[in-house]
Every structure is written in C-alpha cells, then in structure tokens.
C-alpha cells in the first residue's frame, strides 16, 4: 500500500499497451480468464470512447450486490486530479488512463 494524492493507493498491477479503435475482445476477454463480468454495455460504451479520445480515464467498480461484477463508476476527459478526485478510500476501483510515452497515445490499465 502506497499514500499518494491524499489517499491510500493499492498499486496491484499496471498494464501499458497499445489498442487498436474497436478491440472490444482485449476489455471482454479479461471477464473469460478471471470470472469477473466486465460485459455491461456502459462499461463496453466507456471502453469505445477512451479508443477514440472522446475522454482521458475512466474508473468502474465491483457491484455490491453481485460480488463477481464490475460498474462503470466514472469518466472524464480532464487532468489526473479529476480522476483522483473520482476515487474514494471506501471502494477498490479499476481503470484506465491515458498517457503519452514516447510521443504516443497508450493505455494504462491500474486497480
């Protein structure tokens, strides 16, 4: 565990890696492989808009009703403060940013 931003961060896992626009299967494979569902249509309309620039991050959480399924939670287009302040010590989020590295567009996957 980490503090960072004013909050305590469990940094599990980064992920950086080049989509191509319309690779729904690299997002809805994940579910297959660890039995969590991802297969929520805004989860999937959240995914397509992060693909084409139409916004900068964006968080989904697990459902509390269903354990094994995971909400959209948020979304921006704005700086890194504007996704830190989407996020609450009370949940575990998951999500996607998006970064420039060597003067190209990736994708970075956190929880």
Known sequence: TQSTWGISVLLCTFVVCD????????LYDQSR??????????IQEVWEEIQH???SWFTICYDPVV???????????GSFDELKASLSQDEIFYGVVRVMADERPKLVFFC
């Open 19 to 26: 989509m191509q626009v319309g690779d729904r299967t690299a």
């Open 53 to 55: 620039n139409s916004i």
């Open 33 to 42: 492989s660890s039995g969590v569902d991802v297969s929520a249509s805004d």
């Open 67 to 77: 354990k094994t399924k995971l909400k959209f939670q948020a979304k921006g287009s």
